[in-house]
Nanobody
Framework: QVQLVESGGGLVQPGGSLRLSCAAS????????MSWVRKAPGKGPEWVST????????RFADFVKGRFTISRDNAKNTLYLQMSSLKPEDTALYHC????????????????WGQGTQVTVSS
């Protein structure tokens, strides 16, 4: 069955960096676009970034442009999110999600989600 397992979250000071990973299994990872979505307390899911199946095209939400980088290693079936210049408002549970429709930001269309990894940005 499809499994997505995130890791790499934690507590970081403002201005700091973290790298999130998402290990995928149960499907042909290299056939799918993949996305990161975050959920902050009291808010709905917020699209962060999407990467194409072969990793040659990426998109970012305006609020993370220039600070976050998305990448993937199809040989390792792993998705990454490198986050830098973190702000308190980046505090959220970060999920990776399989994205069947290329570059759609409608998270309701994402068909499989991981459980998420918590990122807390605080001094």
């Amino acid at each position: 069955q499809v499994q997505l397992v995130e890791s790499g979250g934690g507590l970081v000071q403002p201005g700091g960096s973290l790298r999130l990973s998402c290990a995928a299994s149960g499907f042909t990872f290299s056939n799918y676009y993949m996305s990161w979505v975050r959920k902050a307390p009291g808010k709905g899911p917020e699209w962060v970034s999407t990467i194409s199946a072969h990793g040659d095209d990426t998109r970012f939400a305006d609020f993370v442009k220039g600070r976050f980088t998305i990448s993937r290693d199809n040989a390792k079936n792993t998705l990454y999110l490198q986050m830098s210049s973190l702000k308190p408002e980046d505090t959220a549970l970060y999920h990776c999600a399989r994205t069947p429709i290329p570059f759609t930001v409608a998270t309701i269309t994402y068909d499989f989600w991981g459980q998420g990894t918590q990122v807390t940005v605080s001094s």
